[in-house]
């Protein structure tokens, strides 16, 4: 018998209530099949900090490392002061776990509403740089809250850093139909980390002769995203761009609400963890209204990634299929969608 360990982090605000429905679809795509799940809850998050002043302690992450893949909702809580828990419990874990490649799909199924008149087909994937640039921590202030004040943060890239996760770009292209590839940058104005960039796009382009590369800044990239979004295929970027995007990927194609998100640690060193890419989102949070289904494309990503790619379609095709459904219905609960697809997958 196959045995996935899975470590488990609701995290905060709906986080809370997305994370059970994508375990719920877990359990039913995997019923029958042989494949044993085993998972351990962490209780990390707003409530840990206010009980215990703790973000993700060595003995958590040491314990976390155990397992095959994790399964994250969302942290961030307006009781804690910004950045406390996305830095010391999210982004801990991406470093940690060496979670170099972010990897975000975006796909329209057709018929869903979207802010888009005519979406087309869309159906590209973001590789965002998941270890670097701006999300470093390196920078500072000096005089501190006086006029005089000078806050810094700055963007660090490697070669090493950026060729890796081009590399897997590159890879990911090669074997898609539209083999495209689309660095997104700001090289006219960043011009060191931008070359780098573009230099390590061009060097890695002579292994993959079948991809097409282009280019787009990364402003006029996101006026694409809405007039074109078609013309994307595989978009390579760092950290901070690859985040803003995926956000506004998230909204053309149908919301944020099911956008999802791959942490991956491609050597296989450590765990990788799938997550939306929504947080936890204060404003709607205790409702029973977020939307499960970025969650539940987190779990397939999951599956894919460990190797049960059967399962991972199912889970997808029930995705779609509910997808259907929503065309012109009232909208539903966190737990009725949820239950809706679980069913779909059971079938
Ligand atoms: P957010 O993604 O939480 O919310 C943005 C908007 O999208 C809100 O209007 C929210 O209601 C809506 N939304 C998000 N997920 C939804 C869903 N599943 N269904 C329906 N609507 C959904 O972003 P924010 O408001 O900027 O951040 C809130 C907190 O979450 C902050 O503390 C932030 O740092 C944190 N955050 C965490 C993650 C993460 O854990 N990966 C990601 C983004 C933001
Ligand atoms: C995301 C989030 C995180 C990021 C924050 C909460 C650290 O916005 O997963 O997209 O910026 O990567
Ligand atoms: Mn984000």
Redesign the pocket.
């Known amino acids: 018998m196959t045995t996935i360990s899975l470590a488990v982090i609701p995290g905060d605000g709906i986080g809370k209530e997305v994370v059970p429905e994508g375990m719920k679809v877990l359990d039913a795509v995997l019923k029958g099949t042989g494949v044993d799940l085993v998972t351990s809850y962490y209780d990390l998050g707003a409530e840990r900090w206010h009980r215990t002043g703790e973000t993700l302690t060595d003995d958590d992450l040491e314990s976390i490392k155990q397992h095959d893949a994790i399964l994250l909702g ?3 809580d307006p009781s804690v002061p910004s950045g406390i828990l ?2 010391g419990l ?2 801990r874990l ?1 470093f940690a776990l060496d979670h170099y490649v ?1 990897l975000r799909p975006s796909r329209y199924y057709p018929g869903v509403p979207t802010p888009l008149a005519d979406p087309g087909e869309i159906d590209f994937v973001v590789v965002r740089e998941g270890t670097e640039g701006l ?1 470093c921590g390196n920078g500072g202030t000096v005089r501190a809250e006086t006029p005089q004040e000078i806050a810094t943060e700055v963007s660090v890239n490697t070669a090493f850093g950026v060729e890796r996760v081009v590399r897997y770009a590159f890879a990911k292209a090669a074997v898609r139909p539209a083999r495209h590839l689309t660095l997104v940058h700001k090289h006219n104005v960043l011009v060191y980390a931008g070359d780098l960039w573009r230099r390590t796009v061009e060097a890695v382009s002579v292994d993959y002769p079948e991809v097409q590369v282009d280019y787009a800044h990364v402003d006029a990239a996101t006026i694409y995203m809405v007039t074109d979004p078609g013309r994307f295929d595989v978009i390579v970027t760092d ?2 761009f690859g ?1 803003i995007l ?2 506004e990927a998230g909204a053309v194609t149908g919301g944020i609400g099911l956008a999802a ?1 791959g942490n991956i640690n491609p050597t296989g060193d450590f765990p990788s963890m799938f ?1 939306p ?3 936890s989102a204060p404003d709607i949070a205790g409702q029973g209204i977020a939307d499960p289904t970025a969650t539940v494309l987190a779990v397939a990503l999951m599956l894919d990634h460990l190797g049960h790619q059967k399962a991972a379609q199912r889970v997808e095709a029930a995705v779609e299929q509910d997808m259907r459904t929503r065309v012109g219905t009232v909208s539903r609960s966190t737990s009725d969608i949820g239950d809706a697809i679980a069913e779909a997958v059971g079938r």
Request: negative net charge; aromatic residues 4%; charged residues 30%.
């Open positions: 969302s942290v961030g996305e830095r999210l982004l991406r972010n999300y950290n901070l985040d995926t956000d998100s997550e890419v929504h947080g």
